[in-house]
């Protein structure tokens, strides 16, 4: 699984090109000498990306030919792409960029030349308008079959309609709390990151996501960070930042950070896969089936020898479409890939039942056991109910096997089922919105998404009364857990995967300033009073870290501690750029704590943090906060009544 010779753009004899697209290397064959006969049935296509009103030149504007979700690559600095190996002919060429519509051209290829075709975005998005009632009442009325075909204006009389049966689960923003109420803040972690694709897929569309959708430490866990080597006896490091937080100077932000050791795929142990797929009929559509079988054969051509896959699928029945076997078997695996048709009804936890069987069967012990799920999550048949799932979930975790699950397609997504299922089930959680996310997933982070390292994750945070006064931690409402759960190792928590970090921020208010939302109530009677000097030996201390864990096959946890002083400093590239990440989501989700904060104030933060940014995630995000201002999308929402809290 050696990388190829890889340069932004080809030369010489050099048989492969890897292009920087959205947060990832795409992989471009171009022909070599020796290959004659390639060379003489494909050409190159390369060009500018400009602003047709600024003539300026868009980095990152993503190039493609064919479908979508075949891919394509990014432009660079300069707003210049190349795309090598194109096969002779006329083809379709299309360039998006966040903010701009999309444009296309006819191109015609000819064998060992190269074309040019450069690109002048011109119009904003349009804004997206809310469907009527009539409409929506029309849509009911029309065969499922058709309804596609409205969503994209296709039937007569009908003007883009939204039919949308997506699901969210609830979530009430942390508020503060007073440490003198309550020192102890508990919760488990999270390295699911299908909140940041999710979003970024309304944004992409011009449309604002529900507030729901807006998980805000799954944003900030989408992006890498850089927290140094791990050594010692523990599987992952704990480190911590403090800084003034930027929407509330008198306030400190606090980052605690969990980083777990990085194994390189050649070092992977034994991979026993189960992929579980689900082909009913609400799969029919190519950002579902198709996209699904593409992602997972990138996946397979990760494999090795000595890994197993079996392939269950589940419509109105469950079956096995591929007995478990040998990864390196590729032409067999991926045969039975695109095999796969869509159709029927969804019986959910009759493919689970199958899948967890199937992995039980082949179960390898030290190795990586796991079934991977990908659905809308659209269950309707048998065990369809969260509460179902959940049971059934936790009941199949019983056996060592872990879970991830990938969410696909829009209109009916059930993200909170899957993301109970992933919870419950010693897994992760991933939205794929297209070939690129199902790169950056099944290949560029293989390790974290399919190896855990440390299961049943907690975090305790005490807080020294003698230095802060209340606090609040930003995400990781659907997380909490009681204080008393975290001694208590038959309690679930998050699984913590092989270069997997981990980042949580809390507003921390210090003492002698007044907490927001405090409300007035009667001193205690047995309790310390405000004007008694505080007793502490720690008075240089604002709190204290404990992490416990289990290894991947123990029972009984392991403890790690930390102590943070109240010490503010400058923020590191990586502080910065995850204050803005959660800047964004409390705006998305229109959060009473956001201040002052503007959609500027997050750029600019964004800007700040940036870095070297070698895979494009964070020039990525920065353009996605531009267009959602651009676009106007908060204010959108301004209308709406606020949330009861």
Partial sequence: MGAPPSTRYPGGTMRHIVVRT????????????????????????????????????????????????????????AGRYLMAGVPAGEHTVKVRILGYATQERQVTVT???????????????????????EAALLLEAIPHAGRRQVLE???????????????YAHIDENDFRLVSASPLSTFSIDVDRASYANVRRFIQDGERPPVDAVRIEEMIN?????????????????????????????????????????????????????FLLDVSGSMNYPDKLPLLKKAFALLVDQLRSEDRVAIVVYAGAAGMVLPSTPGDRREEILAA?????????????????????????HFIDGGNNRVILATDGDFNVGASSDAEMVRLIEKERESGVFLTVLGFGTGNLKDSKMEQIADHGNGNFHYVDGLLEARKVLVEEMGGTLLTL????????????????????????????ADEDFNDDTKDAGELGAGHTVTALYQVVPAGIAVP???????????????????SDFDDEMLYVKVRYKDPDGTKSKLLEHAVADRPGAPSTDFRFATAVAGFGMLLRDSEHAGDLTLNHV???????????????????????????????????????????
């Fill in 22 to 77: 959205f947060g990832m290397s795409a992989l471009l064959a171009i022909a070599g000498p020796g290959a004659a006969t390639a060379q003489t049935l494909t050409g190159t296509i390369e060009g500018t990306v400009t602003d047709a009103a600024t003539g300026h030149p868009l980095e990152s504007a993503t190039v493609w030919f064919g479908p979508a979700a075949s891919g394509g690559v990014l432009t660079n600095e």
């Fill in 111 to 133: 064998a060992g030349q190269t074309t040019v075709a450069d690109f002048a975005m011109g119009s904003r998005i349009p804004r997206v308008s809310p469907p009527s009632v």
């Fill in 153 to 167: 204006g296709r039937v007569a009389g009908v003007r883009s309609i939204d039919f949308n049966t997506e699901s």
């Fill in 222 to 274: 989408y992006f890498p960070y850089e927290w140094g080597a791990v050594t010692g006896e523990h599987p992952f490091a704990v480190a911590t930042e403090v800084w003034e937080a930027p929407w509330k100077r008198e306030h400190r932000l606090v980052r605690i950070g969990l980083h777990a050791r990085s194994i390189d795929t050649d070092d992977l142990p034994p991979g026993n896969l189960v």
């Fill in 337 to 361: 890939l695109e095999r796969l048709q869509a159709g029927g009804s969804t019986a959910g936890g009759e493919g689970i039942r199958l899948a967890y069987e199937t992995a039980r069967e």
């Fill in 454 to 481: 440390a299961k049943d994750v907690k975090l305790q945070i005490e807080f020294n009364p003698a230095r802060v006064a209340g606090y609040r931690l930003i995400g990781y409402e659907n997380r909490l857990l």
């Fill in 517 to 535: 939302g405090d409300r007035d109530v009667d001193a205690l009677r047995y309790q310390p009073r405000d004007d008694d000097p505080p007793l």
């Fill in 603 to 645: 750029v600019k933060l964004a800007e700040g943090g940036k870095g070297d940014d070698p895979r494009g995630y964070r020039g990525e995000f920065i353009r996605l906060v531009e267009a959602a201002r651009d676009l106007g999308l908060l204010k959108a929402g301004m209308d709406e009544p606020r949330r009861p809290r």
